[in-house]
């Protein structure tokens, strides 16, 4: 869906009339850090797609990344809440001693429009897609179940960039309101997705600063990432929880 998304922004943009249109694509690929439930590593790939008119002072941009991990962490039993499976004899419950890991994937989009003030600061409001997933496995590579969550709303920002020769600094500070958010559970244990509606919408935040050479960039981004706790009687209730997340990424714009 976000690539199609992706794509439908790329046309519009494409197709839009006149000589002195300004579109510029470029790519990426880095690393995330998660300390959330456990602490974990992901491989990120992102893409953007600006346009601007020569002369407007508006950006219209469109952004996709997801990410992966790239190692499984421990998962503390104390903290986890697992639905147990109906007892017979080809099916016995987990041992509470059996090990078990969390793997993290997801995915985020964003489009909107950014004002570049003579000053350098440059506003920005947007609409916003996060989710992310968190599956839990034994160590024997079993499936066990799955949380993924799903967050879209608005986002709004303020930007500051200093210029000097071909190099550019900005720092960045973004404002996440999500008006729809669902918690989705599965599972091997739980029969079918059960989906519920987060009972509380928080804001989450987000700072970064990015580094411009030529053609090539380099991001630093520190996000808190608040999720709603979910109620659920067909399911299990899970808490409001909190993810911080350190990213790097490195962008070629071409």
Not at 73 to 84: G, K, T
Not at 131 to 153: D, P, V
Request: proline share 4%; hydrophobic share 40%; charged share 15%.
């Amino acid at each position: 869906m976000r690539v199609r998304i992706l794509c439908f922004i790329s046309f519009l943009l494409i197709s839009l009339p006149g000589n002195s249109q300004k579109i510029r694509f470029a790519s990426s690929i880095g690393t995330s850090t998660f300390h959330w439930y456990e602490n974990q590593t992901t491989v990120d790939v992102g893409a953007q797609l600006t346009f601007q008119h020569p002369k407007k002072k508006y950006q219209i941009f469109a952004k996709l990344k997801a990410l992966g991990n790239l190692h499984d962490s421990p998962v503390d039993r104390e903290i986890l809440l697992l639905m147990e499976p109906p007892v017979n004899m080809n099916n016995k419950p987990l041992a509470i001693t059996d090990p078990l890991y969390a793997a993290y994937r997801g995915g985020q989009a964003e489009a909107g429009i950014q004002w570049n003030a003579p000053s350098g600061l440059s506003p920005s409001i947007a609409l916003y897609s996060k989710s992310l997933a968190r599956k839990i496995s034994t160590s024997q590579s079993q499936y066990i179940e799955e949380e993924k969550y799903a967050l879209h709303g608005m986002n709004v920002g303020l930007a500051y960039k200093a210029t000097w020769n071909k190099s550019a600094i900005q720092f960045s500070g973004q404002i996440f309101e999500p008006l729809i958010q669902r918690i989705t559970l599965y599972g091997r244990y739980v029969g079918v997705p059960y989906t519920s509606k987060a009972s509380n919408h928080s804001l989450s935040y987000r700072a970064t600063a990015d580094f411009h050479y030529q053609k090539m960039g380099l991001s630093l981004t520190y996000e808190i990432l608040n999720f709603g706790a979910a109620e659920n009687i067909n399911s299990k209730s899970i808490d409001a929880t909190q993810a911080q997340i350190i990213s790097t990424l490195f962008t070629y714009y071409f």
